[in-house]
């Protein structure tokens, strides 16, 4: 049995993965990250990932897996993009979204998707591996579960926010669902 700490200090992405990778992970563990927070100055999400899960795996000595997320929006060039948790400038979750939607009133296009590159840094390799999920900004926030941008989110094909969502409907097709179930394929590869 291998333990991996997961690279974060988000305490909703905390639970959310352990939903995610539970099972998938077969006889493995998960434990949480209480290491400094480390400066994300990557320009994309990939080398975000990268960067927290080294300085967990630093800090640690634990093979690390960490993730970046965040929505990118057609109309606005693919903002916020790495930048979607400090949108606002304060890091909460709705002066984020309630900015995204005061820059796109107006606008037609309002496609988006929600990307999630998922990394694992062990001391002998650095893997990354991307999902996305397809959908578009709604105009006013609907919904309860979730975080980050969920309320404003709609995926595509669904009538409902990512924050109509139960729990389980999201993990099961959520741009970290699919990032993260690619990268529990390598894993397994790896470890076994």
Request: proline share 5%.
């Amino acid at each position: 049995m291998t333990v991996f700490v997961l690279a974060t200090h988000n305490a909703h992405k905390v639970e959310e993965l352990r939903r995610i990778l539970g099972e998938r992970l077969g006889p493995h563990e998960l434990v949480a990250y209480d290491g400094p927070e480390p400066v994300e100055d990557g320009d994309t999400f990939e080398a975000n990932a990268l960067i927290k899960a080294r300085a967990a795996f630093a800090h640690t000595g634990l093979p690390a897996i960490a993730d970046d997320s965040g929505i990118a929006v057609r109309a606005l060039g693919g903002a916020p993009g790495i930048h979607s948790a400090r949108y606002a400038g304060t890091r909460d979750d709705a002066d984020n979204y309630r900015l995204l939607l005061a820059n796109l009133q107006g606008a037609t296009d309002r496609a988006a998707e929600f990307v999630c590159a998922a990394a694992l840094v062990d001391g002998e390799r650095e893997l990354t591996v991307r999902g996305s999920w397809p959908g578009d900004v709604l105009d006013a926030p609907r919904g309860d579960h979730g975080f980050g941008y969920d309320p404003v989110f709609r995926p595509a094909g669904l009538e409902i926010s990512s924050a109509e969502l139960t729990a389980d409907q999201k993990n099961a097709t959520s741009h970290r669902a699919r990032a993260f179930g690619e990268l529990v394929v390598h894993i397994r590869e790896l470890y076994g």
